[in-house]
């Protein structure tokens, strides 16, 4: 069973930076497609930034300029640079990731990411 693991969540003060990680394991090849979510409580969770082995990537409106997504494919690693990080940022954030795209792909548990005064 692929497992993906997050971190580097945590508390910030409007205008921080954080730097999420999300790493898979137990993987029959490298994962191709990733993605990036976030959940308030209450809400569906949404979409905030995705990566594919083609390079290409894909931003919510609400995060362009500010997060950066990012992969090393040697480590099965996917990376969120979030950068100038407002309050309506604060949510758990999950990583997503793929053989091929994000139908049909596997979730991490999700790390808390907090932004306030």
């Known amino acids: 069973q692929v497992q993906l693991v997050e971190s580097g969540g945590g508390s910030v003060q409007p205008g921080g930076s954080l730097r999420l990680s999300c790493t898979a394991s137990?993987?029959?090849?490298?994962?191709?497609?990733w993605g990036w979510y976030r959940q308030t409580p209450g809400k569906e969770r949404v979409f905030v930034a995705a990566?594919?082995?083609?390079?290409?990537?894909k931003y919510t409106d609400s995060v362009k300029g500010r997060f950066t997504i990012s992969r090393e494919n040697a480590r099965n690693t996917v990376y969120l640079q979030m950068n100038n990080l407002l309050p309506e940022d604060t949510g758990v954030y999950y990583c997503?990731?793929?053989?091929?795209?994000?139908?049909?792909?596997?979730w991490g548990q999700g790390t808390q990411v907090t932004v306030s005064p």
């Open positions: 997503k990731g793929g053989y091929r795209d994000l139908d049909t792909a596997f």
């Open positions: 137990r993987t029959r090849s490298s994962i191709n497609a």
């Open positions: 990566i594919h082995s083609s390079g290409n990537t």
